[in-house]
Every structure is written in C-alpha cells, then in structure tokens.
C-alpha cells in the first residue's frame, strides 16, 4: 500500500514532442503528489507539485494530470526540448506532520534533436 | 539557495569496513534524510532525522545507522560494510515537518564496497 508504481521505465520523445509519465498509487492517505526531476551527476530537484483537491497543475511546459478516483497521476512535458533529458520521479507524501516521500523507480527521458 | 553537501562524491571500501558518510546543509533545516539510489528502485528512504539527537528508520535500515549532533550535519554509517551496499547514496533536506516542504538533495556519493 506505501508503493508508488511508475511508468514507462524509459521514453524516447522526438524535439517539440510530449513526453508523459504516469504513476500509480493504493494508500489514499497520501496528500501531497511532487515530481523530481534528476539529471546525471546531480541529486533530484523538485519539479512541480499537487495536491489531491486539484486536477492539473501547470507551470510552464510542465503539467500534472491528477485523477483521483483512479488513484493516478501523470507528468505531461509539452514541446520537449533536448535539456528536457533527464531521470524523472514521481513521489506521494502522507498527510499530517511528516515530510516522508515514498518515490516511484525513476523514468529516463531522452528527448532526440 | 539551499546548499545540501555531501563530503564525498566517491568512496571505494573494502567488506566489513566502517563507512562513515557525511552530509551538511547550509539552511538550518529541520529535517534531514538519506536514501540509497539504485537502478529500476528509484529512491529508497534509509533513514531520516527531524532534530537534533532524534532519528527514525525508513524503509530500508538494515545494516545502517545514523548520527545527527548538530543541526546541520546528518551521518550514515555502515557499520560492517557488504558488497550489497554498493550504491549512490542521497542526503537530502527540508525545512519543516510538513508533507509539502520541497526536499533539497546533494549531488550524492557513489560507493563501491570490494
């Protein structure tokens, strides 16, 4: 019930393409729904975030996509560009005084020029 | 910006060493966290700090534990390390003990246990 499953494992998008990446969850306490986003050398930095009350958030080119009766969540990129290459998590928090993520396997994006 | 440093970017140990891995943050955060990072695992939380002297497992402590002295530096030890503790090791922070607080991580530690 504490796992967050994610999906695909790695995506190939092509220039101006948009790459999705879905997620997954049981435990319907979790409140809190960021993504991270990770290139190579570097720790994960947070991307964009959601909570359960709101169906799409958007900030930039980076939507979430929430659905809660499904108990998933997706990480659209609109016009992916190359620097858009990176590893991406998904991860869920539980609600009240705790900030203990639970983070999905990573999704490795290449985006072709 | 928050600065979350961690003293080694890689470590090679032998089997049954002590393995001490260190981590500062530069933001007087609250909380602070290390997880191990592995291929097709994603982050796993290992332990996890929310003041000085306390600390609480995570999901993977086996074979670890962890120090926090002082507000600012989190240690992981290994106390007899093994071949199946090679892995990128991630400390990161956040400011306050609340399910929203962004978590603030460094760049991480490659360790190679022969």
């Known amino acids: 019930q504490q796992q967050v499953k994610q999906s695909p494992q790695s995506l190939i998008v092509q220039k101006g393409g948009i790459s999705i990446i879905n997620c997954a969850y049981e435990?319907?306490?979790?409140?809190?729904f960021p993504w991270y986003q990770q290139f190579p050398g570097k720790g994960p930095a947070l991307l964009i975030a959601?909570?359960?009350?709101?169906s799409e958030k958007k900030e930039g080119r980076f939507t979430i996509s929430f659905n809660k009766s499904a108990k998933q969540f997706s990480l659209h990129i609109m016009d992916s560009q190359p620097g858009d290459s990176a590893t991406y998590f998904c991860?869920?928090?539980?609600?009240?005084?705790?900030?203990?993520?639970?983070f999905g396997t990573g999704t490795l994006l290449a985006v072709q020029p | 910006d928050v600065k979350v440093t961690q003293s080694s970017r890689y470590l090679v140990k032998r089997t049954g060493e002590k393995v001490f891995l260190e981590c500062v943050q530069d933001?007087?955060?609250?909380?602070m966290f290390w997880y191990r990072q592995d291929p097709g695992l994603g982050l796993r939380l290992i332990y996890f700090?929310?003041?000085?002297?306390?600390?609480e497992k995570g999901d993977i402590p086996e074979g670890y534990s962890v120090s926090r002295e002082k507000k600012e530096r989190f240690s992981l030890i290994l106390e007899s390390a093994s071949t199946n503790q090679t892995s990128m090791y991630l400390c990161?922070?956040?400011?306050?003990?609340?399910?929203?607080?962004?978590?603030?991580f460094g760049d991480g530690t490659r360790l190679s246990i022969l």
């Open positions: 991860a869920a928090a539980l609600g009240g005084a705790t900030n203990k993520l639970i």
């Open positions: 959601i909570r359960p009350d709101v």
């Open positions: 990161a922070s956040s400011k306050q003990r609340y399910s929203n607080q962004p978590q603030h």
């Open positions: 700090s929310y003041d000085v002297k306390m600390k």
């Open positions: 435990n319907t306490a979790f409140d809190y």
């Open positions: 933001m007087d955060h609250e909380n």
